[in-house]
């Protein structure tokens, strides 16, 4: 009897355990991290060209690019917060915006070019620098884009350096290690898991 509650107490740990760094082992914080749901649309960054279209006023329709403090100019309402947006939630933002001059604005957002979506390849990699991206791409493309590893890449020490928000607001930077023999057997939590804006991969 004694020894059957001992194993079941033995049991409970490892089980919080797990629950606390995930199936894969990892700290809690980066297993939830790369099991993120990716967002159906890029959000806005620096640099995308976007049009703006109000209906019926050719006026207040152009073509504006995304400032590095992430903002837009246009007339009438000056600048609006574009970085971080969806092109649909801009164009709520405008509307709403619009709104004060003139009654029930039609407003449509649409990208033209995509340009802040980028990583960073460094270390043992045959072009390593920065990659502008134009479609969500996975640690391995990511490394093919930089020339594939270098003869003495240590491929199974590999870290994504990542940038994260807190609940505050706060950022701070979590490394994320990551095994080749992993990526390509796609093994749960850390198989080859599609990579975020301004993500650093280091290959050693």
Known sequence: MVLRMARSVVALVLLALITATGC????KEIAEEINKP????FPLGPEDVIEV???????????VVV???????LPLIGDV???GLTAAQLSDRIAKRLNEFKENPT????VKEVNSYFVYVVGEVGKPGKYPLKSYTSVLQAVSLAG??????????????????????EEHRIRIPVR???????????????????????VP
């Open 24 to 27: 894969s082992g990892l700290p």
């Open 148 to 169: 594939g590893f270098n003869p003495y890449a240590s491929k199974n020490s590999m870290v994504v350096l990542r940038t994260v928000k807190t609940p505050s607001g």
């Open 67 to 73: 400032r590095p403090d992430g903002m837009i100019s």
């Open 38 to 41: 990716l967002p159906k649309e």
């Open 180 to 202: 080749f023999d992993d990526l390509v057997a796609g093994k749960d939590g850390i198989g080859n898991f599609t990579l975020r804006s301004g993500d650093t991969i280091v």
């Open 81 to 83: 917060q574009a970085s």
């Open 107 to 110: 407003v449509s957002v649409s």
């Open 53 to 63: 279209n109000v209906w019926r006023n050719q006026d207040l329709s152009r073509i």
